[in-house]
Each structure stands twice: as structure tokens, then as C-alpha cells.
């Protein structure tokens, strides 16, 4: 059976503010993992710590090279994979073995990124499941801000 995403998952997660680190967010102000980021912060007040194998901050942010590396003090709502699908499983499930000790709640798989196979681990950890979408695209339909 396929995952189905939520939309009243999707709404929590867009309209709660909370923490994302997201995961192949860099200062590469090119990338689609900057740009969303910034809106992420801009237009739904987030905050987003940087998970990246260099471990650089953005946004004056302290950046991490892992879920991992993320201090026990922090609190992080939502794992947000701008990875490859191959490479996804791997976060997802960093992301399960951090759950207790982050606070995490959910993980999100942007656009494109789809691993069936990781989002019932997830799900079966207690993780809430957002796979193959992306905020900007959600937060419109869901009369969210969005520009």
C-alpha cells in the first residue's frame, strides 16, 4: 500500500511554528533547499537549523553535519529530506533512532523524493509522514500565506 499524505498532517505542520532542520539545506543560495527554506522562514515563521555534510549554518543558524550532531537542548519538530530517494531511507531512519531524544514529530520528503519503504518505518516509529511535495506547493491550497 502507497502513502497518502495527510492534509490535516500537512496543515499542523504549516501553520504550527516550530523547528525544521533541514536536511541538504546549505548557504548555497542556488539550491531549491535555500530558497524553500527561506520561505519556510519568511512566510511561516519556522525556524530551520542547516543538516549538511559540511555541517554550515545559514540563516545565522548553527548548521549541523547530521541529525546526530544536533545538540539534546534543541527541540526539532519536523525532518525535512531534500535528499535523493536513495539516499532518504538513511535520514529517515537517523531521523527515527533521534525521535525521543529531539522531540521529533514528523518527517517531510520533498518533491520527488519518495521511499515507500522509509515512510512506514516512519510511521511505524510514531513519526508523522509528508512524502513527494513540498510547502510552497501545500501552503496555498490550505489557505496558508504564500507568495
Known amino acids: 500500500m502507497s502513502h497518502a499524505n495527510d492534509p490535516a498532517v500537512v ?7 516550530a523547528t525544521w532542520a533541514v536536511v541538504g539545506l546549505s548557504a548555497n543560495r542556488e539550491r531549491v533547499a535555500h530558497g524553500v527554506s527561506a520561505w519556510l522562514r519568511e512566510q511561516l515563521a519556522m525556524r530551520v537549523l542547516a543538516v549538511n555534510p559540511r555541517g554550515e ?8 553535519r547530521s541529525l546526530a550532531a544536533i545538540p539534546d537542548a534543541e527541540r526539532v519538530s519536523v525532518v525535512d529530506c531534500f535528499v535523493n530517494s536513495r539516499r532518504v531511507g538513511a535520514v ?3 531521523a527515527i533512532a533521534h525521535r525521543d531524544r529531539l522531540g ?7 518533491l520527488g523524493v519518495v521511499d ?13 509522514v509528508v512524502m513527494d511535495t513540498c510547502p510552497k506547493l501545500e501552503a ?8
Open 116 to 128: 515507500e519503504a522509509a515512510a512506514a518505518r516512519a510511521a511505524l516509529a510514531g513519526l508523522q
Open 92 to 94: 529517515v531512519d537517523e
Open 140 to 147: 496555498p491550497g490550505l489557505g496558508l500565506l504564500a507568495h
Open 57 to 64: 549554518g545559514v540563516f545565522g543558524e548553527a548548521g549541523f
Open 104 to 110: 521529533i514529530e514528523a518527517v517531510w520528503l520533498q
Open 11 to 17: 496543515r499542523r505542520l504549516l501553520s504550527t511554528p
